[in-house]
């Protein structure tokens, strides 16, 4: 019997805002939505960005009036909108107008020149036609015969300047005691401690029912921390003459965010991991948790990624690679001399690269025993994450076969477990959809090619990237969460950044949606092509289709005592719900507690026991060779 990978919990945030209980996803279908839902979607948001606070029952704005929930919709609402998904890069990331640079400058002169500086500015070796005279113990005199060179400070407009960040007013720093953290590595914390307060089932009481070594955690970011608190930080350290410090180059690497949430956010001792694959690293994390409880190897697995490359550094990167989406082309193709930023992602459409965002997204995955057990909510069910490479490659950015062989794997895969009828009548697509026009044509290809193959017609296709950007690791993290809110809402969110599909585009047997439509669904595929040849999709079943699935696991009585526990279970997610759209997100951020001593080891021949979990870890082990020795 093979163990079904379940979606218990997630969380994260990106420029819609807060992923758990589809607030995020909420954001991108906004007008589609009925009032009171409308009015909740609002409210977390005017609560994250800090337009209002919680007191007493009443929401405060900054004017320290006292506003209702309507009040708050009413006041808010536009502000909201024009400050939250993709927009013009706001200055509290930098300034791009006025990005900094250094400008190289060679003075000739005909004459002597001089000048005094402090003896600790004198540079090494002191260039041959520089005569030095000490004036006093820290100064010194300097007459230069000919010419010199310089570094000028200077400052530039930058190319790009849309990106998908978070909501303004909104700073993960100010969460929790987060000093000297990347960005990135802010948002793991906040990511992860969303996702596990949304399961409504403490983690020590879920620990109290696995072996501690059955917890698993996969995270990574695709690029590192590359702020000032990270790799960009200590590589650029000398040449803004300054040095790096004893917690960048490690803070810095992509496996921190997996790193981070072991120590400060579940304490764990289970296994630990961070693949990465370009843009597909959210996926490559996923199987890793979804293929080890399959097999049984782990119980519970928290699955994610974080980044925040919203840098002019990195981005201009990509806009090196002509792969980002600069002011100009956007203009050029709208026929303006203006820039619409809200619509600088456009997929499957006229576009003109992509755009950069920044997301942090986990998701706690169970097996369905534990689950059961446990009363938890169920969101969803991973049960297969495929994985394939392009062959030889001419260029290594560009797309190739790969694609081609995980969307064929994954379409198969559903219809073996739900039947071709499910797949072909109630299933869509969560593309990649990245905005260049080299992946609008190749992605509706390889979509258009499998709905031949499988007899699908008029298959629906998204793409979130229309709304929160790209963020390079997490990207399909983004489409998860985005995906458990079609299912749980019933509304698949039209690209609406696009007007009209590319004439370029294969869609004979697609239904590019570029409004909103209202359609259950049971069956999703998320499709990632990430540079390199990364390519994985994977296949998502709904809860609806889960619950059917659970009936003819478990008896009648199972399901009943399961059914009682988890209304429980909902009532203690909803009260994190109501508190985190009141602005308390109760991060989890254990910074030196709850650390285990030596003392706390014990080992005999049968287990490790430790004395803060309340199982062992099983040293029992059988020979999987005995047919060899």
């Known amino acids: 019997m093979t163990n079904l990978p379940v979606i218990v919990g997630f969380g994260g945030y990106n420029a819609a805002g807060r992923s758990s209980f589809h607030h995020a996803y909420r954001r991108t279908v906004l007008e589609s939505l009925n009032n009171d839902k409308q009015q909740s979607t609002v409210i977390s948001l005017a609560s994250l960005m800090k337009l209002v606070r919680f007191e007493n029952g009443v929401y405060i704005d900054r004017d320290e009036n006292t506003l209702s929930a309507d009040q708050v919709v009413e006041k808010f609402q536009s502000t909201i909108e024009q400050n939250t998904l993709i927009r013009r890069i706001h200055k509290a990331h930098f300034d791009v107008d006025k990005v900094p640079s250094t400008q190289d400058m060679r003075l000739e002169s005909d004459h002597l020149s001089e000048f005094t500086i402090a003896r600790r500015e004198l540079p090494n070796p002191i260039p041959a ?40 007013g909104f700073n993960p720093a100010d969460e929790y005691n987060s000093r ?51 790799v960009g930080g200590y590589m650029q350290a000398r040449l803004k003459s300054s040095r790096p410090t004893s917690k960048q180059m490690a803070l810095g690497l992509n496996s921190m965010p997996a790193d ?37 190897r782990h119980r519970v697995a928290i699955c994610g990624c974080s980044e925040a490359p919203v840098t002019p550094e990195v981005m201009e990167g990509f806009a090196a690679m002509s792969a980002l989406g600069t002011d100009d082309r956007l203009a050029k193709l709208d026929g303006t001399s203006s820039t619409d930023h809200r619509r600088a992602s456009r997929p499957f459409g006229e576009n003109a690269g992509f755009t950069m965002g920044e997301s942090s997204q986990y998701f706690i995955l169970m097996d369905d025993a534990l689950a059961v057990e446990l009363g938890a909510d169920i969101y969803g069910a991973v049960t297969d994450v495929f994985v394939n490479a392009d062959g030889y490659k001419k260029s290594i950015s ?19 477990i739900v039947g071709a009828e499910t797949v072909q009548k109630n299933s869509f697509i969560q593309a990649h959809g990245s905005s260049t026009p080299q992946n609008r044509i190749t992605e509706s290809m390889i979509f258009d090619k499998v709905a031949t193959a499988f007899d699908i017609n ?59 439509k209202e359609v259950k669904m049971d069956v999703a595929f998320l499709n990632s092509k990430g540079f390199g040849g990364n390519n994985s999709t994977a296949t998502v079943l709904s809860p609806d289709i889960v619950n059917k699935m659970l009936a003819k696991r478990y008896s009648k009585d199972e399901l009943a005592d399961y059914s009682a526990k988890l209304e429980k279970v909902r009532v203690k997610a909803a009260d994190y719900d109501r ?22 080891i014990l080992i005999d ?20 060779y005995a047919d060899m020795v």
């Open 129 to 168: 036609n520089w005569q030095v005279e000490t004036l006093d113990d820290k100064s010194v005199k300097v007459v230069i015969g000919g010419g010199v060179s310089l570094k000028m400070e200077s400052f530039r407009e930058f190319d790009v300047q849309s990106a998908g960040i978070l909501p303004t």
């Open 180 to 230: 000297f953290h990347p960005k990135g590595l802010q948002l793991a914390i906040i990511g992860a401690s969303d996702a596990i307060n949304s399961m409504g089932i403490s983690w020590e009481d879920m620990m109290s029912k696995v072996n501690p070594d059955e917890v698993a955690v996969f995270a990574s970011s695709g690029l590192g921390q590359t702020d000032d608190y990270g």
């Open 260 to 296: 981070f949430i072991n120590a400060y956010v579940c304490g764990s001792v289970g296994t630990t991991g961070a693949t990465t694959g370009a843009c597909a690293s959210f996926l490559y994390n996923l199987r890793l948790g979804v293929d080890d409880i399959k097999s049984g």
């Open 398 to 416: 560009s797309p190739g076969a790969g694609n081609y062989v995980t969307v064929a794997k994954a379409v198969a895969s559903a219809i073996s």
């Open 458 to 516: 008029d298959w629906p296709v998204t793409a979130v990237k229309a709304f929160v950007a790209h963020p390079l690791g997490p990207a399909s993290g983004d489409q998860l969460a985005n995906t458990l809110g079609v299912f749980a809402d019933g509304i698949i969110p039209g690209i609406k950044t696009t007007y009209k599909v590319a004439e370029d585009v294969l869609d004979e047997r697609l239904d590019i949606l570029l409004k909103d």
């Open 579 to 600: 508190k985190a759209n009141q602005g308390d997100l109760n991060i989890l951020y254990n910074f030196g507690t709850g650390i285990i001593e030596d003392h706390e």
């Open 605 to 624: 021949k049968e287990s490790v026991q430790i004395d803060r979990f309340e199982n062992n870890i099983s040293l029992k082990f059988t020979n999987p």
